[in-house]
């Protein structure tokens, strides 16, 4: 009975010292980013994500004179949904529209290491838009543009900040988005990322 | 005080240049015909109410790779330039199908540019075409249609392969003479020889697709060995900054795709017998050294055209560029061409 009891103890007493230390699922958190084509079109991100589901698994070892040593890993499923812009000021500006699932691991050292996929919308926007009809008749169009639908896929690499009020997490991303029809062929359209996660709600 | 004047001085003096370059044009205009977007980006003097729609090489180049270096400087000084990225090549996207990329589909596409121009510039704008390469292929399918010729003012053919089939006999012929010449002389002689050689294999009434691939590589190998021997001019050979509009990796992967598309009905284009249709002012440009596209076929489109203003230049230090060999010269020409037909 009082090996069960010390067991309690224990596991309570890692469950609460997790809370702090893992990121928090079933909430959702919004991020905000720079996005980049190639390094070249550079833009800004904004997006929600939603734990959906996490294992944690921990660890406690104990040390002559340190005491009991815990070291937590994280593997979660995570839905985001993202809006880019990208911008070029002598082609065309770009919306980037992504909804992705994602695998997130988070290690001891609350290094986050994802990837994911995903569908993808794109639709690009031209200044100076003409259209020529079959006769000829050339036509001005303010709003020139051509969207493709594709499919996204991307790997990740950031930190989980422990206990903090505003910034949750940064990730560095790389993604391949393969636009369909582009000209008649699948384009892989390369982005880089740098976001900031924070949560709806600051840490209490 | 004293320290602020001279920054006074230098802040207004560079307000003085802005006012100069009021009539530089820089902006890009996006044509839509038959399902693609087009970019064509417009650079230099549009006071000069004259422009040059460029016909980049390829196919899978892109218009503003030939924005870059001494001879657009200076053109760009006189008139305006459209570097116009084609169908499924540069930046240029849209919705379309495999069956949309053809010769024809590429010519009618250049029509809506030059259509596009008047509009957007006026119609008492003057348009010349300049093709070179590949451009060449796709402007001549432009010009020898009769609806398409009266809008132009003027068209510029540099090392343009008109007719594919004889310029890759025309390329052996050149192989056979000018190895000889080289190997006569020392110069590079094993692989003279080695081009020698494999040009006297080749079967001229019976070219393969595949000896047609190896004709332009070697044609580039060949170029590159007189370029190492100063026999042709180094010239200045600048790139588009990483930063401009242009892509390289999408560009060069829809250049890739779009030229496997149209390799066959290229390989196959012959438009040596409807030269004669042209009448406008013609002005052929031809790089002596040109492997790629040798100089008979310049001289077979002075020779055809039935235009009364015609001119010949071939540039005795260059190849398949003259505008890089030779840059002073080749503007020179296309300055006195336009000044006198505009």
């Known amino acids: 009975m009082k090996l069960i009891l010390a067991c309690l103890l224990l596991f309570s007493a890692l469950t609460a010292r997790t809370q702090g230390q893992t990121p928090d699922s079933r909430e959702l958190s919004y991020h905000i980013g720079y996005l980049s084509n190639n390094a070249i ?8 994500e939603y734990g959906l589901v996490d294992a944690v698994k921990l660890k406690s070892k104990v040390k002559e004179g340190r005491g009991a040593i815990n070291t937590i890993r994280v593997h979660q499923i995570v839905a985001a949904t993202n809006l880019g812009v990208l911008w070029h000021p002598q082609t065309s500006t770009s919306l980037l529209n992504t909804y992705t699932i994602e695998y997130r691991k988070t290690t001891k050292r609350r290094m986050q290491y994802q990837l994911g996929i ?13 259209v020529v009809d079959d006769s000829g008749e050339v036509s001005s169009r303010s709003f020139g543009s051509a969207g493709y639908g594709g499919i996204t896929q991307f790997i990740g690499y950031g930190r989980y900040r422990r206990d903090s009020r505003a910034l949750q997490w940064w990730h560095l991303r790389i993604a391949a988005t393969y636009l369909v029809g582009y000209n008649s062929f699948l384009l892989p359209y390369l982005t880089t990322e740098l976001r900031l996660g924070f949560h709806k709600k600051p840490v209490q | 005080m004293k320290k602020l004047l001279p920054i006074l001085l230098v802040a207004i003096s560079m307000a003085g240049c802005q006012d100069d370059t009021i ?11 038959n399902g693609a977007d087009m970019p064509v980006y417009v650079r230099g003097n549009g006071a000069s109410k004259c422009f040059v729609i460029l016909v980049h090489g390829g196919p899978g180049g892109n218009g503003l790779e030939y924005s870059n270096g001494e001879s657009q400087d200076i053109l760009e000084e006189k008139f305006a330039f459209a570097y116009w990225d084609q169908r499924g090549q540069g930046m240029a996207q849209g919705h379309y199908t495999q069956s949309d990329i053809t010769i024809g589909q590429m010519a009618n596409d250049l029509k809506a540019v030059v259509l596009t121009m008047k509009k957007h510039y006026g119609s008492d704008s003057k348009i010349f075409v300049l093709g070179h390469s590949w451009g060449g292929t796709l402007g001549t399918a432009f010009m020898i249609n009769d609806s398409n010729r009266v809008l132009i003012d003027g068209w510029i053919e540099a090392d343009g392969a008109h007719d594919i089939p004889k310029l890759n006999v025309e390329a052996i012929k050149m192989f056979r003479s000018i190895s000889a010449e080289q190997i006569a002389e020392g110069n590079n002689v094993a692989k003279w020889q080695e081009i020698s050689d494999w040009a006297l294999a080749v079967d001229t009434n019976a070219i ?10 070697k044609a580039y190998e060949a170029e590159q060995m007189l370029l190492d021997d100063g026999i042709l001019e180094s010239g200045d050979e600048s790139f588009a900054p990483l930063t401009g509009p242009t892509n390289m990796l999408t560009s060069w992967l829809m250049g890739n795709y779009t030229s496997g598309v149209i390799h066959d009905e290229v390989e196959a284009s012959s438009m040596t017998d409807a030269l004669h249709l042209i009448d406008v002012p013609c002005l052929f440009l031809w790089g002596k050294y040109d492997f790629v596209v040798p100089p008979q076929l310049g001289k077979d489109g002075f020779n055809k055209v039935s235009s009364a203003d015609k001119e010949l230049v071939i540039f005795q230090y260059s190849g398949h560029s003259p505008m890089v060999n030779e840059p002073e010269l080749f503007a020179a020409e296309i300055i006195e061409f336009i000044n006198r037909n505009k």
Request: proline share 5%; aromatic share 14%.
């Open chain 1, 41 to 48: 079109r550079p833009g800004v991100n904004f997006g929600l």
């Open chain 1, 118 to 130: 995903g569908g993808a919308y794109m639709r690009n926007f031209f200044p100076n838009a003409y």
């Open chain 2, 23 to 33: 009539t530089a044009l820089n902006e890009t205009i996006f044509v839509k015909n």
């Open chain 2, 208 to 217: 393969t697709s595949d000896e047609g691939g190896e004709i332009n590589s």
